[in-house]
């Protein structure tokens, strides 16, 4: 297990959109963009229905998730990071971690999910294995 530096976990705390790439059982690569959050020293991310990437961390546990950053980096290139990791799924907490996440991404003031009632969801739970990408976090 990787160590996040505090540079890459301003850029994930910031409310950067994570793309996160699961595999789909053909091999081929699922792409869906979600909010991410930190517990400790792994992500996390809500989601409210069984969608396919959680069918897919469900079969394969291995994913990458990425965060596209603000700040220009010398040759003139925009900071991104990249985050190499394996993923498990646990059953409910999905409505419990998305709102404090709309909150960042949406608002104070947002109540997500905006339904009565929500299901439980599920929660991926993502331990970090290597990052990458142009950033300050490059030299960790």
């Known amino acids: 297990m990787a160590t996040l530096p505090d540079s890459a976990r301003e850029l994930i705390e910031s409310g ?3 793309h996160l790439v699961t595999l789909n059982a053909d091999g081929s690569p699922q792409v869906t963009c979600v909010w991410i959050g930190l517990e400790g020293d792994e992500l996390v991310a809500g989601h409210l229905f069984r969608h ?13 998730v990425t965060f596209e950053g603000t700040r220009i980096h010398p040759p003139g290139l925009k900071e991104y990071l990249v985050v190499r990791a394996r993923a498990r799924i646990t059953e409910g907490g999905a409505p419990e971690l998305l ?11 947002v109540q997500f999910p905006a339904m009565p009632d929500p299901p439980p969801g599920f929660v991926t739970r993502i331990t970090v294995e290597r990052i990458g990408g142009v950033g300050p976090w490059k030299s960790a």
């Open 16 to 18: 950067a959109l994570g």
């Open 52 to 64: 396919q990437k959680v069918r897919n961390i469900e079969r394969d546990p291995r994913v990458v």
């Open 99 to 109: 709102q404090p996440l709309a909150h960042v991404q949406l608002g104070p003031d």
